[in-house]
């Protein structure tokens, strides 16, 4: 195991020179080209003007015809249907139409081109709306409302559009951190493996709500027990279910770590199995955890740490699905943000925001390894990656 002793990484200090084509080579089924989604921060000085495409090289593990796909005010957050024929975004702004809050936007793909078609957009009824998920059959779409402390589902239509909020819950309380947890904050919407439940998770009350979906209305009621706890002050952003369904890991923002969880799919809930810190023991600067992603059989979880800027690789148990750090190094720049394995899974890219840019990094399929392939491609405050 290997572990950095200083949150700054010098370049190249933390990787062993690599034969990258070669590493990669060892992946399995032949590559194919397709399209790399950038969500981005429109606001605060950002020079972007929406989402963002690029065509993704997988032999050569490079981005190619940087443009812009769709003009879009702030949509931070991006996500396709099972077929990727739609995609979907949230708008994570203040006011919508005249009143508070954020919206959802949904978009058909056009491969042909690499951009997207505008089909319509609604109110997610909250505002800062921060996160979008689509659920297992394409029916249903949901958001998370940062600012709001909410969450909503909304109907998809078979051409892509949304309907008006179906089910909207908006959560009260507070959390012991009153700089960041005066209020309710939900972060992320995830849909369970066997698509019966929708888990929520709530930075600001330091918990995962969970709720019973019926897919066929995207209608929600509220599960008993109506939630998960985690430890005070903790701050639950992430959450990514492991392929054999019965684990979850919920990435904490502030207190940098990650939970494994058992999720038991009969009565929706979560039982702590396992907490690791995502940051060496003694460090005491700033640090927030950020995304995590697994590979497609569950052997290998990459976890995201802004501040510190690293990335954590975990092994994972076969039984168990807990985890063993393997490695963490660099993260490529700064403040990544968003995490996502590319199809053929020989490499990751990482969304770094305060770097304005992706970063590419080549990975062994046998042993799970990471390692800077030096390629950095330009993008605009990066919040999401998503591909088609």
């Known amino acids: 195991m290997v572990e950095m002793s200083r949150p700054e990484i010098p370049d190249g200090a933390v990787f062993a020179p690599v034969d990258v084509q070669a590493w990669g080579s060892h992946a399995g089924e032949e590559a194919k080209e397709s399209i790399l989604f950038v969500g981005t921060r429109t606001v605060n000085g950002s020079s972007s003007q929406g989402i963002y495409s690029y065509r993704w090289d997988p032999a050569a593990g490079e981005l190619h015809s940087h443009k812009l796909a769709v003009v879009s005010e702030n949509p931070t957050f991006l996500a396709t249907d099972s077929d990727a024929r739609y995609l979907y975004a949230a708008n994570e702004l203040q006011q919508f139409e005249g009143n508070p809050g954020g919206a959802v936007s949904a978009f058909a793909v056009d491969r042909s081109t690499a951009t997207l078609r505008f089909i319509n957009q609604v109110a997610s009824l909250g505002a800062g709306t921060c996160y979008v998920t689509v659920d297992n059959m394409g029916n249903d779409v949901f958001c998370a409302n940062y600012v709001g402390g909410s969450s909503s589902s909304f109907l998809a239509a078979s051409d892509g559009r949304i309907s008006n909020a179906v089910a909207h819950f908006q959560y009260r309380g507070h959390g012991p951190n009153r700089a960041r947890q005066a209020s309710p904050h939900a972060h992320r919407v995830t849909v369970s493996p066997e698509n019966r439940f929708l888990l929520v998770n709530d930075l600001g009350l330091d918990c995962i709500h969970i709720y019973h979906l019926d897919a066929a209305s995207a209608h929600l009621t509220l599960n008993d027990p109506p939630l998960w706890q985690a430890a005070p002050g903790s701050g639950p952003r992430a959450l990514r279910f492991h392929p054999s369904q019965h684990i979850a890991y919920c990435v904490c923002e502030m207190g940098s770590e990650v939970y494994v969880l058992d999720w038991n799919h009969e009565n929706g809930t979560l039982h702590e199995l396992q907490r690791l810190s995502l940051v060496p023991r003694g460090y005491g600067g700033p640090t927030r955890g950020s995304d995590i992603v697994l590979n497609r059989t569950g052997t290998f979880a990459y976890i995201a740490n802004r501040d510190y800027n690293c990335l954590n690789t975990f092994a994972v148990d076969s039984t168990a699905g807990t985890l063993s750090l393997l490695h963490r190094g660099s993260c490529g720049g700064k403040i990544p943000r968003h995490l996502a394995l590319d199809p053929t899974e020989r490499w990751l890219l990482v969304a770094n925001q305060d ?20 390629r950095n491609y330009p993008a605009p405050f990066p919040q999401c990656l998503v591909f088609a």
């Open 355 to 374: 770097s304005e840019c992706i970063s590419v990094f080549a990975r062994d399929a046998n042993t799970g390894m990471l390692v800077e392939t030096g």
